[in-house]
């Protein structure tokens, strides 16, 4: 399946951002989906993940309570909704593709997602 992420820009602290990932050449709703983001000089790092159907996510402590991820099978695409952005969610997003089995699992771990997107730059001034 081929992954492609859009949606970053340059924007605020305090401002909200969508960003979007279609796939394609895929079963898209056999995947579980996921965002990670990297910072220059920083390992990649968890933000939410969501289960096939949509009806489980998981966030990390820091997206929690600001960030939404949602999907929409018929369409491909996985959304990651960014509220009250803060300059330390400056980074590349980016989305990923999980070939689980299970119908309500959801995946934090980058080594379980077998594709990804090319990442969406987010940049968020003080």
């Known amino acids: 399946v081929q992954l492609q992420a859009f949606g970053g820009g340059l924007v605020q602290s305090g401002d909200s951002l969508r960003l979007s990932c279609i796939a394609s050449?895929?079963?898209?709703?056999?995947?579980?989906m996921g965002w990670f983001r990297q910072a220059p000089g920083k390992e990649r790092e968890f933000v939410a993940t969501?289960?096939?159907?949509?009806?489980?996510?998981y966030y990390s402590d820091s997206a929690k309570d600001r960030f939404t991820i949602s999907r929409d099978n018929a369409k491909n695409t996985v959304y990651l909704q960014m509220n009250t952005l803060k300059p330390e969610d400056t980074a590349r997003y980016y989305c990923?593709?999980?070939?689980?089995?299970?119908?309500?699992?959801?995946?934090?771990?980058?080594?379980?997602?077998?594709?990804w997107g090319q990442g969406t730059l987010v940049t968020v001034s003080s």
């Open positions: 990923g593709a999980d070939p689980a089995q299970a119908t309500n699992s959801v995946s934090d771990m980058a080594s379980k997602y077998d594709y």
């Open positions: 969501i289960s096939r159907s949509g009806s489980a996510t």
């Open positions: 050449g895929g079963f898209f709703s056999s995947y579980i």
